[in-house]
């Protein structure tokens, strides 16, 4: 006999078959009064504790918690974003006896949800990256046990953060202002970008917008566009602080001052935001909340908001 018992062993000593034994000791399908009177007597001689995961797979209702992202990026598992989300939920379903997995989805996602749906391991999904049209067309097997982070979920007010931050880049003088947004596929980007484009009208100011990535590599290149498209910037707004310190480094080695010729905002305050030098102005985003929010979610509680708040921390560069 193993050091620790084992579920066969049960079964043995009770004079019971295993499948009998597995129905007593998850509550779940019929056994005779006899038999379950000697399936938790020999669960206690042998002190037999059921396998967590082994009982959930049992009971049918999953191991883990995913966090699927939606991404063209390849590289994307590896986002600060995605790492403190993950992070964070982790925490949150721990007290359920639940992990948490990570999977990319491509941006053609159907396939990869319908088989998402029918993995018994899989307790419930929060999607990241996300359309609206995705979210419409959602396998049934995932209903009730789903959540979303970003435009129609979960998410944080980037209308009110971004559009802080674009409000003093005005009142600072800043006339010229120039954003690099995200990715236009995203639906999680349009608000910012709605907020931007509705502020530099109602000001009577030119729009220029370039699509982003998230990605630092994106805000050096974006950054060169912008000083060869619109020489005259005098600001440059972004959805991300990773954007922004690439755009910081362009303009550093271009030779443009902050924020004496031009002033950079982020997005996102995360902790090399304050170590940038000049240190960046940014907004918060309070991933770790919404990401354990979306979690519980996806458990089925009720979130108690879905539209978390976002202010601004105004440093050097703006």
């Known amino acids: 006999m193993s050091s620790i018992p084992v579920l066969a062993e049960v079964a043995r000593l009770a004079g019971v078959s295993v499948a009998t034994a597995s129905r007593v000791l998850s509550g779940r399908g019929p056994a005779s009064a006899d038999s379950r009177a000697a399936v938790l007597r020999a669960a206690a001689d042998l002190g037999y504790v059921p396998h967590p995961v082994a009982s959930r797979l049992a009971r049918g209702t999953g191991t883990r918690l995913l966090l699927a992202v939606r991404d063209r990026r390849t590289d994307i598992l590896s986002d600060p ?6 992070t964070a939920m982790a925490a949150a379903v721990d007290p359920d006896g639940l992990g948490v997995s990570l999977r990319r989805l491509p941006l053609d996602a159907a396939a990869e949800l319908d088989r998402i749906a029918a993995d018994r391991s899989v307790a419930a999904v929060v999607l990241a990256g996300h359309d609206r049209d995705l979210l419409d067309r959602l396998p049934t097997g995932l209903r009730g046990r789903f959540a979303a982070i970003g435009a129609d979920g979960l998410d944080v007010d980037s209308t009110a953060g971004i559009g802080a931050l ?3 880049l005005h009142t600072t003088g800043r006339r010229r202002i120039a954003l690099i947004g995200g990715p236009p596929w995203l639906a999680a980007a349009r608000a910012p970008l709605h907020t931007y484009t509705g502020l530099m009208r109602e000001a009577g100011l030119p729009i220029r917008v370039l699509p982003g990535d998230f990605t630092t590599a994106r805000g050096r290149a974006a950054a060169r566009v912008v000083l060869r498209r619109w020489p005259d910037t005098d600001a440059i707004a972004t959805v991300s602080d990773a954007t922004a310190l690439g755009v910081l ?7 443009v001052r902050v924020p004496h010729d031009v002033a950079v905002t982020g997005f996102d305050d995360v902790p090399f935001a304050a170590c940038a030098v000049p240190a960046l102005s940014t907004a918060t985003h309070p991933v770790e909340l919404i990401a354990a929010a979306a979690a519980r ?3 089925g509680a009720a979130p108690r908001e879905r539209l978390f708040p976002s202010r601004p921390v105004l440093r050097a560069t703006a």
């Open 166 to 168: 674009l409000r003093h």
């Open 297 to 299: 979610a996806a458990l």
């Open 249 to 255: 480094q362009t303009l550093a080695e271009t030779g």
């Open 81 to 86: 974003f995605v790492t403190r989300a993950a």
